[in-house]
């Protein structure tokens, strides 16, 4: 069997903070207005735009964890190997899919009928659900792989961010569950797990 | 009462860079001419781009600011924490809302009528606002928080910093009640503060 | 004859990363759906994107395996001179036109006629092949260039990887040929060829 | 008179990085095919495209050649100043400009009349001549400036790298107005000019 690589994590780090950056700016791209607004109705077209502007801060903030999420996985870790990196890489290939969901939640959140509307909230649910899988999958590995972990760092620090992960998995999936029959309750559910996720910050970790 | 997490503040610095790089490179994506130019015409269609080149050089210039006053907070603390990431987050997403205001001001600034004007000068005023308020509140934050600065800084160079960013943050809304009035005299003092700040730099701080 | 110019390798990594990380997040601009989707048609809509869905999946793994290859360049290197720099340009020239090829092949892989579909397949294919003759000429040069590699590089491990590098660019080549002939046979080896990248990674390598 | 700010160049560094990264990469945006192509005419559309791949080509090596040079501007520092900062903005300003004369470029080079061309050919030309006017600041700046400077650097070193910046700049405005009688000459000027600022690297600086 091969032995894995293992590398430095400083560059996995650099290349992770580029993805975040990059997919977390983007967001903006998809709040813009038309050509051929009349004198007197930009004021009406930006207020029209008004849950762009709440998908832009509903996402920007969830990206926005996450990269505090993933800096707090990193802080654990001495080094990267094989299995990490290739986690890592799901997680950052769901990260920069973020902005494809927020424009379709922005788009079909109103005025293009309910039936558009559940889809379109249960996309963004399934983007959120697979968010907090991948982030279950990355603190599961940490878990296992003692040997890339700071020395300072045990078990039982590692298994309650696991826990934590995985509940949070379970609470996505039943907010998209949810989207299924009442997509507008769903909606204040994605906005409330991640507004408490970002203030309910319950371990310390002095890096 | 949990306590807050301090992390290194190196991948803040990183991930903040990346969204004020990007931010600052998306704004070229607003300056294009049509397909349909005819022969002979393109000069004009350039030259009809002035404010394009004018706005896309007033928001380069407030992003390259910001990123230096940003710069500025980060050089006096020693360590991030939950509460400092959350307003760093506050502030990137401001920085990242810039192309959009930059945009509406570009193509609303002239032709399309005297309402739409001041509508578009309103909203990239209250962009510069909520970006002035977000400095204010950040070193707000750094003025409280002794734990996280460096041990050579006093509360005194950062009240200054505080003051600075309060009357900054007074001195753009005023820009932007007069928006309401004479548009374009508020169009004139977004330029004159944002040189101002870059050229009338008080402080001294060698890192 | 002038001396090369000689820099630490830490800036052309930075600047590599930040390529990757921009093309990698550019891949979702590629997926959107239209914006006059009757109402109950949105479900039918995002299906109909299945393959966007999957040239992304490719796309991004290919993109972030060259990124493993590269950071396993880079470990092997002590310093970068003037050859090696303008081996990487060209190597980030090819990584920021894979977001073009893949594109195309969204759009034209079904419901565009045999011929299109032909084309679109030979097109990334070939991009497939300039990112491993990009590779190859990279470990050709570091083979070649003892002077800037550290000094527990020896010949051999060097060798192994420009072998890999060559043999690579004869697979994705044959992939390429056969698309003249069964486009989805060639489709099928190029997420084959990067899944077995991913997976079997037979050096060891700690940096 | 107030003291100028001193920082650290680190952070100077991974700022412009970020916008030479970005910026190299969005030049991709601007080869795309259209929506409605026939089938067998694929192959064609592609065809029709070799202006902008050749435009990408051109665009792609000058700012891959000005991060070398980039780099070669900050190796010679120790720290950077309050003017050397704003020089880099306005530096940053025009890289971040590339992609729009680009992007021109490519679609009025031909089939658009010869005026067309000319006006686009002067355009890029003109944003060639503000990159080496930013380059001459910037070397002027740093020899002006021997506090700021490694203490290994002499003033002749920077003096030849001056000399250099200024003699691109003549050499780019010559083959601008060039652009107004034989643009096409103009073109060959460009791309032969960037070749061998990429092949012909006189100075030696290991850092």
Do not use: C
């Not at 969830?62 to 707090?72: C, E, F």
């Not at 009928?113 to 991948?134: E, F, H, Q, W």
């Amino acid at each position: 069997m091969p032995k894995t690589v293992v590398m430095a994590k400083g560059r996995v780090e650099a290349f992770s903070d580029g993805v975040f950056a990059v997919a977390i700016t983007l967001l903006i791209l998809d709040i813009a207005v038309g050509e051929d607004v009349g004198n007197g109705d930009l004021l009406h077209s930006l207020g029209q735009l008004w849950f762009n502007y709440l998908a832009y801060a509903i996402s920007f903030l969830t990206i926005g964890v996450m990269w505090v999420n993933h800096h707090n996985v990193f802080s654990m870790l001495a080094n990267v190997d094989h299995g990490l990196l290739y986690r890592n890489l799901f997680l950052m290939a769901v990260v920069s899919f973020v902005p494809f969901p927020t424009s379709v939640l922005s788009r079909y959140v109103h005025g293009h009928g309910s039936a558009n509307m559940r889809t379109a909230v249960v996309l963004y649910g399934l983007t959120m659900v697979a968010l907090a899988v991948a982030f279950t999958l990355l603190w599961g590995y940490v878990y296992r792989s003692a040997n890339i972990r700071n020395a300072d760092i045990n078990d039982k620090t590692v298994r309650a961010e696991f826990v934590r992960s995985a509940a949070g998995t379970g609470l996505y999936t039943l907010a998209t569950v949810i989207a299924l029959f009442v997509p507008v309750l769903s909606l204040a559910l994605f906005a409330l797990l991640v507004v408490s996720f970002a203030f309910a910050r319950p371990g310390t970790r002095a890096t």
